[in-house]
């Protein structure tokens, strides 16, 4: 069995252990996908001191909630439209959070560059969710792209525990803007080729 098969079976075993347990208190998903913003929230406010290796490991202890309010959802039987939409909606605030509190030390240094850098990497990322769910009320599915929120987390993490944000800042503003010119590109593509489908259709004997 390869390494990477054995840390994935250990991850979603630990992953299930997480689900029952939140499961056994019989509170809602709702409330631990709002909890997982509180949790952001405090990874935010880290970040605005510069304590960036505190908020790199809140932010850990946030993305337990953010695995598991899916899963316990499916668990209970708890499963709506609602709730996906409540989750969304809550991911976007919780992203917004981590990069006010960058934007808050970076302004608090006097860096310019890196606030205008913190901005762009912000408005990408926010974009990124945008494009896809815009796309998806044109088109059955939007998910090309390869800086999606857990990649965009992940990113945060590094440069959180390494203490080597600007990089990733770097990263994460030119590759999510990438990714929603992607978007772009390929839903046009695929309204176009739709609409050359109807065309044809209308226009047979």
Request: hydrophobic fraction near 50%; proline fraction near 3%; glycine fraction near 10%.
């Amino acid at each position: 069995m390869a390494i990477t098969e054995q840390i994935g079976r250990g991850g979603r075993f630990l992953l299930g252990l997480v689900v029952r347990g939140l499961a056994a208190t019989g509170l809602h998903p709702n409330f631990f996908t709002f909890f997982g913003l509180v949790v952001n929230t405090a990874a935010a406010v880290a970040f605005g001191y510069g304590h960036f290796f505190t908020g790199g490991l809140i932010i850990l202890g946030a993305a337990v909630f953010d695995l598991t309010d899916g899963p316990l959802a499916r668990l209970t039987g708890r499963v709506s439209r609602f709730g996906g939409f409540f989750d969304s909606v809550i991911d976007r605030y919780s992203d917004l959070a981590l990069y006010f509190g960058l934007l808050v030390y970076y302004a608090r240094a006097n860096r310019f560059f890196y606030v205008v850098l913190t901005a762009l990497a912000m408005t990408g990322s926010v974009m990124v969710s945008y494009t896809r769910a815009r796309a998806e009320s044109l088109i059955p599915s939007c998910k090309v792209g390869f800086l999606e929120r857990p990649e965009r987390i992940v990113l945060l993490i590094i440069g959180a525990l390494a203490d080597r944000m600007a990089p990733v800042l770097w990263v994460i503003a030119v590759l999510s803007n990438v990714t929603v010119i992607h978007r772009i590109i390929y839903t046009w593509q695929t309204t176009k080729a739709g609409e050359s489908q109807s065309s044809s259709s209308s226009s047979a004997p």
